[in-house]
Every structure is written in C-alpha cells, then in structure tokens.
C-alpha cells in the first residue's frame, strides 16, 4: 500500500496523558498537513510541513500540540497534558506541492 | 443546508437513480476545489477536483460543476450504487496563498437498495 499511513489508529488515555502520533505521508510527496475531525464536522487545519519545515499552525494548535517532521519523511503530532476535548480524529494528509491533498485513514482519540 | 452538530444535511437515493450534493464556499478567492467521500471510521478519500478558470469537470460516474458568480459548487453522481453511502466533504484551497483545505458542512448520502 503506498497511501498515506498513521499509528495507531486507536488511541485512549486518560485525563493529562501525553500522547503521540505518527503519520507516514506518501514518498514522493514533500508536504505533510494535520487535520483535526470532530464527530458530524468536516476536517479543520492544524499544521503544515514543507520537506522538515514548519510553515504555517492554526490558532487550534494549542501550546500543548507539538508537531515534527525532523528528516521531511514521516511526521509526529504530540498532545501533552490531555484534556476532554481533544478526543477527535486526526487526520494526516500529504501532496507534492501545491497538488491534490491525499487523506491516511485516521487516529481516533479518546480522552477520558 | 447548515449542520448542527451531529445534523448532517442527508440525501437518499434509489440506487441507480443520480444524485447531486451541493456546496456553497465561502471565500472568493478560492481558486480550487475539492470533493472528498468519507465512510465511517475512514480517512477522506480524493473524489474529483477543479479549478477556478473552468466550471465543468468530469470523471468516471462524477461531475463537479462551479458556479463563481454565486460561490457553489455541486457533485454529481451518476447510476448511484450502495457503495457510494458516506459523508460527502466539498474543500477549498487558493493555490497561490496558504495551502490549507476549508472543508463544508459534508452532506449523509444514503443508497437504498
């Protein structure tokens, strides 16, 4: 499968947990973006990487939400000290520049 | 239609019937667009696009049309099978200024059998 992947798919934790994210974007594609996907609203923007740069964070990318793409292959999205209201879906997607946006399948958070 | 919440605007359809989604966007400036299909549990999945300098696009069983001048955009399906059951995304862009996706309400297509 040469589509756009993310680990793990499931993720619950408590209260004031870290978590973290990974997504593996398609090879040849040099952006990488994080989208966050509450129940019955469409995708929002979170954060986009250009190769291993960092170029643009929503004002939704709270100081708790770190995001990386150290080598501009795969990413890692961290929420620190979680709260009720992160559980989402987060979502991955990657483009050969300025292209077709390409979705991964998801990791589904949930905070208790 | 607006959503609240969990209200997606829906849509049912006799299968093999055609079906069309609406999508008004908000920003002029938008010069691409987007339709995504998500199913339950799954990431959205790249339908068909088009840019600004045409109006009509055709794919296989899909057509997007762009209507600038009052800012909508439609998706039309045809010979609508069950396995086009999801929620349908439309998505803006400009090209040319920050690459993020706007993504509408999304809209509950249901085929019935």
């Known amino acids: 499968d040469t589509g756009v992947s993310q680990d793990p798919r499931h993720k619950i934790t408590k209260r004031g947990q870290n978590v973290t994210f990974r997504c593996d974007p398609i090879s040849e594609h040099n952006r990488l973006y994080w989208y966050r996907q509450t129940l019955g609203q469409g995708p929002e923007f979170l954060t986009y990487?250009?190769?291993?740069?960092?170029?643009?964070k929503s004002r939704l990318l709270s100081d708790r939400f770190s995001a990386e793409r150290p080598k501009g292959s795969f990413s890692t999205l961290e929420i620190q000290r979680t709260e009720q209201g992160d559980s989402a879906m987060y979502l991955c997607?990657?483009?050969?520049?300025?292209?077709?946006?390409?979705f991964g399948p998801g990791t589904r958070l949930l905070v208790l | 239609g607006e959503s609240v919440g969990l209200h997606l605007p829906t849509l049912s359809v006799q299968e093999g019937d055609n079906s069309i989604i609406n999508c008004a966007y908000s920003?002029?400036?938008?010069?691409?667009f987007i339709w995504y299909k998500q199913e339950s549990g799954k990431g959205p999945q790249f339908i068909i696009d088009?840019?600004?300098?045409?109006d009509k696009r055709q794919g296989q069983r899909v057509t997007v049309l762009l209507n600038k001048t009052v800012k909508h955009l439609s998706l039309q399906i045809a010979a609508t099978q069950p396995g086009d059951s999801a929620v349908y995304f439309c998505?803006?862009?400009?090209?040319?200024?920050?690459?993020?996706?706007?993504f509408g309400t999304g809209t509950r297509l249901t085929v019935i059998p």
């Open positions: 997607a990657s483009s050969r520049s300025q292209e077709t946006q390409y």
């Open positions: 920003n002029s400036a938008s010069d691409y």
């Open positions: 998505a803006e862009n400009m090209v040319t200024g920050a690459n993020n996706l706007f």
């Open positions: 990487f250009q190769n291993e740069a960092q170029l643009e």
């Open positions: 088009i840019r600004s300098n045409m």
